[in-house]
């Protein structure tokens, strides 16, 4: 993980990683975000792994206002009303017609 140096006062910022699996090294960027005084916090990650207490962890966490996934791993969307899913198959369609033509 790589922390930016830069004035997070007031501003939104937005954590990006390749995958979000337990949520606590997630959790514990978006405090220390808020802390530096990051007025919002928003995080996407490719893959949503989302285990143990990934979900919970997300829900009552106050620093983190939403999650952005992909759906290359299926979600309950049901289970967390800050996770937002982007579909990505016709991206990864082009990229396979791209690749085997």
Same mark, same amino acid.
């Given at each position: 993980?790589?922390?930016?140096?830069?004035s997070?006062g007031? *501003?939104?910022?937005?954590?990006?990683?390749?995958?979000?699996?337990?949520?606590g090294?997630?959790? *514990?960027?978006?405090?220390?975000?808020t802390?530096?005084?990051a007025?919002?916090?928003?995080?996407?990650?490719?893959?949503?792994?989302?285990?143990?207490?990934?979900?919970?962890?997300?829900?009552?966490?106050?620093n983190?206002?939403?999650?952005?996934v992909?759906?290359?791993?299926?979600q309950?969307?049901?289970?967390?009303?800050?996770l937002?899913?982007?579909d990505?198959?016709?991206?990864?369609? *082009?990229?396979? *017609?791209?690749?085997?033509?």
């Open positions: 993980a790589e922390v930016s140096t830069q997070t007031g *501003k939104k910022s937005v954590i990006v990683d390749d995958m979000a699996d337990t949520c090294t997630l959790t *514990k960027a978006a405090s220390l975000l802390s530096m005084g007025c919002d916090v928003e995080a996407v990650m490719t893959h949503g792994i989302l285990s143990g207490p990934a979900v919970e962890r997300i829900n009552n966490d106050p983190i206002s939403g999650l952005t992909t759906n290359t791993l299926p309950n969307l049901e289970s967390c009303s800050k937002k899913v982007i990505i198959s016709e991206l990864i369609a *082009k990229s396979v *017609k791209k690749t085997l033509s």
